[in-house]
């Protein structure tokens, strides 16, 4: 129990026990005072004390029934399940034991009023005598005034203790109203107490006037009056709460009860229940917001009382369920969801999820989220259910998208990270270790720059204040180190990942080991820029470097030289012994001139037997002196091969590079037309070109290269012969190569290079091109019509055949005359023409193709710019450069650059054609990367007549022929 209930208890026995005892002692008291026939001398009599004994009995009942009386009242509430302080309405039982304490205690006195004083008449006088019957009558009427007197406060006191009961119990209905209160305090008392006076008037004059008995009545009759006017005003007051309590308004709304409880009274009452009725106005506001949210939640709400069965369910759960609320009600919360265990701490922790039961049969994945609530002293459990099937299975989706994810990334061979914005590694997937040899755990939480190079710090460090900055970067190429030491090239893309605020959480990205790419592209660009056969800078990396030494020269005034050195005897070492000898002489070449040039000048390749020398720093005579020193240097060599010797010099061609030089293309034409002069002036001699002498030097130019041109279209000295280009997958023929050729004086031939570039200079070569595809269709008209079969042949043309406005018309006439189709005729020209001249290629082929031609990219590779122009030309076939083609055999770089162009040929749809097979370890090569076509001596010399099918089979025979005819 409480302490403070049984404070309670105490105080209540002992407000009831003192109030008894008072009772006799201040009405004894009195009665000795008024000299009534009491004679308290009895007491002291042995009857006076059975009298005490009688009181103290009665007394001693009093006490312990009130010590007593709230027993079965705290019995209750130590049975209850809450001991909080909420209250609880009682039982009928105990609330009606509770209100008879007003019976129970005015009966203590009244038992005392009829039985002491007559017991105590009974011993003192005689009960014939008839005057004992008023004193005894008068002495009981003196203990009941007294009684009402001593004993109203303490009943008022045993109220207000009793009321606090009501904390702890709550109220069924009023016990003692406050009307009753009223009545007593402001009527019944102050009416008996002047009743009191009077008597006691009475009895001190012995005499009681009319007019003091009047005034009595009066002012009874005026208290009565008063206090039944005010009772009616506090009933009015009171009578919208006395309606509220006598209605059953358990199914009344707060709204209704607002609207009943208006203020029926100007005083404190009045307000009271004013303010009452504001509450019951925001309750029922508040029980409405209530009602709206639980009708239309999207979840669905289960009331559960303690043993687990539905109270209520809103419709949001009937929904879910199928079922409406008349077939929940007292359900069992498990015939809805079997999964649950009743161990409700469990579930009122957080969410859950379960398996429910759906009306049609099939079960939901729910989540459950479960509070416990007490309304009454009553538990319940409010439950709050959603449907989570989609979401369920949307997660498993996403596991599952992310389970996947995980393996892509896991497995690819691009190494995926993340690192955070002080630049840890925080995220690597396997593929680190094939690219920095460390697993994914060694490098974790290490900061990036521990395995750069010293070199790489500073770009690196840019690039990361850039992803700081918040923008992305994309091919970021730099170098780190592997486990093993090893420098690894290594190209990144990395995008930074935002905060709300803008700033970097982290960074993520993918990397890709580069170095074998690297390696390809640098052995590229060494091709790009260098001669395979003598590893010299070839002629467009030296042209190149010249322009910029012209810029620099015309800045810094510093001069330069060029020389132009071209072997006298190269063809004829050529022709006599082999290509093989001639490779031979032109490396033996390259170690002279290496050896005997400053080392920091520039030797290149130029073309053919044709090389220059870029001298840096240096004056008219040093240049000289050095072309002269060359020059003896060959004079005093000697080539041998083959058991054979051969005395080779060289011509050779200076000019010097000043302010006044304008472009690299006049540095060249004046180091070239020098060369010319010295070779046309006996050979093995130097001749410097004379910027006062252009003129001389023109003329022994012309006297030269444009005569012999001149006089070969004059003198019918050109001439075609056709070398077959065959299918590598069947061996058959499918077409020929036209190549021009232009005799000399002493029968012998001189091929394309010799003369063409002559014919450039000088304006000739759009002639050449004209006479060779004339020639070419109208003898391809009349082999058709002679072999009776489609033949084909494919052009070759000059590098200028662009600027040819005639050139087109030309070739549409000469179709239209014949009876060839278009597609017999192919046309072929350079890669390196084709590039320097993009624009004007793209238009000529597109015309040339619209006529139904074909055109073909000759020396394709050579420059190894062709992967990014090649889109822009649209040619059918790719001759693929015979640099890259006569050493297959023996070269693994070769091999991968034949294979990497054959397959991006054919990834645009191209045809590729091989040149420069010489052997048959390098057809089946070919054949085995799927090249299309071949050609070269192996497969067929250039000849004056088409091969038949019965003379290709003989040739094929014949491969040790001795006869070599160069192209």
Request: with cysteine; hydrophobic share 40%; charged share 20%.
């Amino acid at each position: 129990m409480l302490p403070s209930l049984l404070r309670l208890k105490k105080q209540l026995a002992l407000t009831v026990t003192v109030s008894f005892i008072l009772t006799p002692v201040v009405a004894y008291s009195v009665a000795s005072v008024f000299k009534m026939p009491t004679n308290v001398e009895f007491f002291f009599t042995p009857f006076g004390l059975i009298l005490a004994g009688i009181c103290l009995l009665l007394t001693t009942w009093v006490f312990f029934f009130s010590y007593n009386f709230l027993n079965p009242v705290f019995d209750w509430l130590a049975n209850q399940p809450s001991a909080d302080t909420s209250t609880a309405p009682l039982p009928e039982k105990l609330s009606a034991h509770l209100h008879s304490f007003t019976s129970t205690y005015w009966s203590f006195f009244l038992s005392y009023i009829l039985f002491i004083p007559t017991i105590h008449f009974w011993f003192i006088e005689t009960p014939s005598n008839a005057s004992a019957y008023g004193s005894l009558l008068q002495f009981m009427l003196l203990n009941l005034v007294i009684a009402v007197i001593v004993a109203m406060p303490g009943y008022f006191f045993a109220l207000n203790l009793l009321g606090t009961v009501s904390r702890y119990t709550g109220l069924t209905y009023v016990q003692v109203s406050m009307r009753t209160k009223i009545l007593l305090i402001g009527g019944f008392i102050p009416l008996l107490m002047t009743t009191i006076f009077l008597k006691y008037y009475w009895w001190k004059t012995g005499i009681l006037p009319t007019e003091i008995l009047v005034t009595w009545g009066l002012l009874g009759f005026t208290a009565f009056i008063t206090t039944s006017i005010y009772l009616y005003g506090f009933n009015q007051a009171l009578s919208p709460v006395k309606h509220i309590t006598a209605t059953n308004h358990g199914a009344t709304s707060h709204e209704r009860l607002a609207e009943r409880l208006t203020p029926r009274s100007t005083d404190e009452m009045g307000l009271l229940v004013q303010m009452l009725g504001k509450l019951f106005k925001r309750l029922g506001d508040q029980e409405a917001q209530v009602h709206a949210i639980v009708e239309h939640a999207a979840e669905g709400i289960i009331i559960l009382n303690s043993q687990c069965k539905i109270e209520t369910v809103n419709p949001a759960a009937e929904q879910l369920f199928g079922f409406d609320i008349d077939e929940l009600r007292a359900k069992d919360f498990t015939w809805l969801i079997p999964s649950f265990s009743r161990n409700m701490p469990e579930y009122t922790q957080g969410e859950h999820e379960v398996e429910a039961q759906h009306r049609n049969g099939h079960m939901l994945t729910m989540s459950l989220r479960m509070t416990q609530m007490v309304m009454d002293k009553k538990i319940y459990y409010n439950c709050l259910i959603s449907d989570i099937s989609e979401r369920k299975a949307t997660e498993k989706m996403l596991v599952q998208a992310e389970a996947r994810y995980r393996d892509l990334v896991e497995t690819a061979h691009d190494l995926v990270w993340s690192m955070d914005n002080k630049g840890r590694w925080t995220y690597l997937n396997k593929a680190v270790s094939n690219i920095y040899g460390y697993e994914a755990d060694e490098m974790l939480f290490k900061h990036y720059s521990d395995y750069q190079l010293p070199e790489s710090r500073n770009r690196d460090l840019s690039a990361i204040e850039k992803l700081l900055s918040g923008k992305e970067i994309v091919g970021y190429e730099t170098v780190h180190v592997n486990k093993q030491g090893e420098d690894v090239h290594i190209s990144f893309n990395a995008k930074p990942m935002l905060n709300p605020d803008g700033s970097v959480a982290y960074i993520t990205g993918t990397a890709r080991d580069i170095t074998s790419k690297k390696a390809y592209e640098n052995e590229l660009t060494y091709q790009a820029q260098h001669d395979s056969l003598t590893g010299l800078y070839n002629r467009k990396y030296f042209q190149q470097e010249l322009e910029r030494v012209v810029s620099r020269v015309a800045r810094s005034a510093a001069d330069c030289a060029v020389f132009y050195i071209d072997l006298d005897q190269f063809k004829y070492v050529n022709d006599t012994v082999g290509h093989a000898a001639g490779d031979k002489l032109l490396l033996e070449t390259t170690n002279l001139l290496r050896s005997h040039i400053r080392e920091g000048d520039l030797l290149a390749r130029f073309g053919g037997d044709e090389f220059t020398v870029l001298l840096y720093n240096l004056e008219r005579e040093e240049a000289c002196t050095a072309a002269e020193g060359l020059r003896k240097l060959f004079e005093n060599y000697q080539f041998m091969d083959s058991g054979k010797s051969f005395n080779v010099t060289l011509s050779l061609g200076i000019t010097c590079i000043t302010n006044q030089t304008t472009s690299a293309d006049e540095v060249l034409s004046q180091a070239d037309i020098a060369c010319n002069i010295a070779k046309s002036n006996g050979r093995n001699r130097t001749h410097i070109a004379e910027p006062g002498n252009n003129e001389k030097d023109g003329l022994a130019n012309d006297m030269g290269w444009a005569s012999r041109v001149r006089d070969a279209f004059e003198n019918d000295h050109f001439s075609l012969v056709y070398q077959p280009i065959i299918s590598v997958a069947s061996g058959a023929i499918n077409d020929y190569e036209v190549l021009l050729r232009m005799q000399r004086d002493d029968g012998d031939m001189i091929l394309p290079g010799g003369f063409m570039p002559a014919a450039e200079r000088f304006g000739l070569v759009h002639n050449v091109d004209r006479w060779a595809i004339t020639r070419a269709i109208t003898n391809l008209d009349a082999l058709t019509t002679q072999h009776k079969k489609e033949l084909r042949f494919a052009i070759n043309l000059s590098g200028r055949a662009f600027e040819d406005k005639e050139l087109l018309p030309l070739i549409r006439g000469l179709l239209n005359d014949s009876s060839l189709s278009p597609s017999q005729l192919t046309f072929e020209i350079t890669e390196t023409a084709a590039i320097a001249n993009l624009r004007d290629a793209s238009k000529f082929i597109s015309k040339l193709k619209d006529m139904g031609c074909e055109f073909a990219l000759d020396d394709f590779g050579s420059g190894f710019c062709s992967f990014n122009y090649l889109k822009k030309l649209p040619v059918d076939k790719l001759k693929i450069d015979g640099s890259f083609v006569k050493n297959l055999a023996s070269t693994q770089v070769d091999q991968a650059m034949v294979q990497s162009m054959n397959q991006i040929a054919h990834a645009l749809g191209k045809k590729t054609i091989a040149e420069f097979v010489e052997n048959d370890q390098t057809l089946q090569l070919l054949k085995s990367y799927g090249v299309d076509f071949a050609q070269g001596n192996y497969l067929g010399v250039p000849s004056a007549q088409i091969y038949s099918p019965m003379d290709f089979q003989n040739l094929q025979t014949e491969k040790d022929s001795d006869e070599l005819v160069l192209n």
